[in-house]
């Protein structure tokens, strides 16, 4: 299953026309060596001297892979060149569209991760309508995100470094943060690892490797390339993982970072998380290419794009992207397609730029923890009767943790503060 998911990492990244080295890769494959040692020489190819043109030779710029001239005027037009596919494991029924592709993760793993995403969901519930009740000032939830979270969480090293935006709480679920923590992060009391001192969902953990949330979009993206570089040198075994909006991917941060990524060989994973809109900016407004994916060609950068609300394709997509980040030493670009069901913040109100049909259609035939749930439920792990009795008590330990961070002091300024 990985070499496979690796093979069709190579094949989207060979499949675009502007992908750099694509001709001399197919050219040199045609001579019976391999992908990577096609690779190889590609790069060295690239790396040649300029020579005056002959009839016979072929364009040896050192800025651009070209490897052949044409006498045809004809620019490259973005909206003709195919758009780079979905890759998925489960439909939106919780079936496996190919058994190749299952992960075949154990029971306890998989009802670990539904419940995991359910009770994130919850979380987010209560603590959406504390804010409207005014006991807390802020509040962002994750409502139909909840895949791309816990699928490429789980398929990680639990000492990889985390980058997040602020929209990926369920990662650090996953990895222990406790309903205790998340609670007194939001209220700022005495409790709270960051002291009061930082806006309510802005966590972060050196225990857990996450590092604490920024405010400022796409600053935590040349970060990861940062730390990667770092991790890179110091030949750890790990990797950064940057989590981002497809938003935050239009600031110049992100260029940066890729760039610095890619020519530097950092060990590190950017997850796009492509959730339709960028606040109130819906896609068509936010870009007019393909995606975010198709961006990471012109980067150097290997790149997929999976359905982010089927939880088996992001684990199997972040798994595979960290086996060739580490064995290669090289970046990996992961568009996670998905839909933010909920308002951006509870300073938003998205029905002032999209319909409650659309948003409906999402919640109640697109969602992950339902399709996930389907899965279940076909593999007699799990049955209604179990989810209400499950609901019932992930609810009771979320609004046990919320009153118990309320009762808390607030927390005091300490006189290192400035």
Same mark, same amino acid.
């Given at each position: 299953?990985?070499?496979?998911?690796?093979?069709?990492?190579?094949?989207?990244?060979?499949?675009?026309?502007?992908?750099?080295?694509?001709?001399?890769?197919?050219?040199?494959?045609?001579? !019976?060596?391999?992908?990577? #040692?096609?690779?190889?020489?590609?790069?060295?190819?690239?790396?040649?001297?300029?020579?005056?043109?002959?009839?016979? &030779?072929?364009?040896?710029?050192?800025?651009?892979?070209?490897? +052949?001239?044409?006498?045809?005027?004809?620019?490259?037009?973005?909206?003709?060149?195919?758009?780079?596919? *979905?890759?998925? *494991?489960?439909?939106?029924?919780?079936?496996?569209?190919? +058994?190749?592709?299952?992960?075949?993760?154990?029971?306890?793993?998989?009802?670990?991760?539904?419940?995991?995403?359910?009770?994130?969901?919850?979380?987010?519930?209560?603590?959406?309508?504390?804010?409207?009740?005014?006991?807390?000032?802020?509040?962002?939830?994750?409502?139909?995100?909840? !895949?791309?979270?816990?699928?490429?969480?789980?398929?990680?090293?639990?000492? &990889?470094?985390?980058?997040?935006?602020?929209?990926?709480? !369920?990662?650090?679920?996953?990895?222990?943060?406790?309903?205790?923590?998340?609670?007194? #992060? %939001?209220?700022?009391?005495?409790?709270?690892?960051?002291?009061?001192?930082?806006?309510?969902?802005?966590?972060?953990?050196? &225990?857990?490797?996450?590092?604490?949330?920024?405010?400022?979009?796409?600053?935590?993206?040349?970060?990861?390339?940062?730390?990667?570089?770092?991790?890179?040198?110091?030949?750890?075994?790990?990797?950064?993982? %940057?989590?981002? !909006?497809?938003?935050?991917?239009?600031?110049?941060?992100?260029?940066?970072?890729?760039?610095?990524?890619?020519?530097?060989?950092?060990?590190?994973?950017?997850?796009?998380?492509?959730?339709?809109?960028?606040?109130?900016?819906?896609?068509?407004?936010?870009?007019?290419?393909?995606?975010?994916?198709?961006?990471?060609?012109?980067?150097?950068?290997?790149?997929?794009?999976?359905?982010?609300?089927?939880?088996?394709?992001?684990?199997?997509?972040?798994?595979?992207?960290?086996?060739?980040?580490?064995?290669?030493?090289?970046?990996?670009?992961?568009?996670?397609?998905?839909?933010?069901?909920?308002?951006?913040?509870?300073?938003?109100?998205?029905?002032?730029?999209?319909?409650?049909?659309?948003?409906? #259609?999402?919640?109640?035939?697109?969602?992950?923890?339902?399709?996930?749930?389907?899965?279940?439920?076909?593999?007699?792990?799990?049955?209604?009767?179990?989810?209400?009795?499950?609901?019932?008590?992930?609810?009771?330990?979320?609004?046990?943790?919320?009153?118990?961070?309320?009762?808390?002091?607030?927390?005091?300024?300490?006189?290192? *503060?400035?």
């Amino acid at each position: 299953m990985a070499r496979n998911l690796h093979n069709l990492l190579l094949r989207f990244n060979l499949h675009l026309r502007y992908c750099g080295n694509r001709q001399i890769v197919n050219r040199l494959s045609l001579r !019976g060596l391999s992908t990577s #040692q096609s690779l190889n020489l590609a790069s060295k190819t690239e790396s040649s001297t300029p020579s005056i043109k002959g009839p016979d &030779d072929v364009p040896r710029y050192p800025g651009s892979r070209a490897t +052949e001239w044409t006498t045809h005027l004809k620019f490259l037009d973005p909206d003709r060149i195919e758009g780079i596919p *979905v890759y998925h *494991v489960m439909n939106s029924q919780g079936v496996v569209m190919g +058994e190749s592709q299952d992960p075949k993760l154990p029971e306890d793993m998989v009802v670990d991760m539904y419940q995991t995403m359910t009770l994130l969901n919850t979380m987010d519930k209560i603590l959406y309508e504390s804010q409207r009740q005014g006991r807390i000032s802020f509040y962002l939830t994750n409502f139909g995100e909840e !895949g791309t979270h816990i699928g490429s969480a789980a398929a990680l090293n639990p000492k &990889d470094l985390i980058f997040g935006q602020y929209r990926e709480a !369920g990662v650090l679920m996953w990895r222990g943060f406790t309903l205790d923590e998340f609670m007194d #992060q %939001c209220y700022g009391n005495e409790s709270d690892v960051a002291h009061g001192r930082q806006m309510p969902v802005h966590y972060g953990s050196k &225990d857990l490797h996450f590092v604490t949330i920024s405010s400022t979009i796409a600053t935590q993206i040349p970060q990861a390339s940062g730390a990667a570089y770092a991790y890179k040198r110091a030949q750890n075994g790990l990797c950064a993982v %940057c989590y981002f !909006g497809e938003g935050a991917a239009s600031e110049g941060d992100a260029h940066a970072a890729f760039n610095f990524a890619a020519t530097l060989d950092c060990p590190v994973i950017f997850i796009c998380r492509n959730n339709g809109y960028a606040i109130s900016t819906p896609t068509q407004e936010q870009y007019r290419g393909d995606g975010i994916a198709s961006r990471a060609p012109g980067y150097g950068m290997p790149c997929i794009r999976v359905d982010g609300n089927d939880i088996f394709a992001m684990y199997n997509v972040t798994k595979a992207a960290r086996e060739i980040c580490l064995s290669q030493s090289r970046p990996i670009l992961i568009e996670a397609m998905t839909y933010r069901i909920g308002h951006h913040s509870t300073s938003d109100d998205s029905t002032a730029y999209r319909s409650v049909d659309e948003v409906n #259609q999402w919640d109640k035939v697109e969602n992950p923890i339902l399709r996930l749930k389907k899965y279940m439920i076909a593999q007699d792990w799990w049955s209604e009767e179990k989810d209400k009795d499950w609901m019932k008590e992930n609810r009771r330990r979320v609004i046990e943790a919320f009153q118990a961070a309320g009762k808390k002091k607030k927390a005091q300024p300490r006189v290192d *503060v400035w």
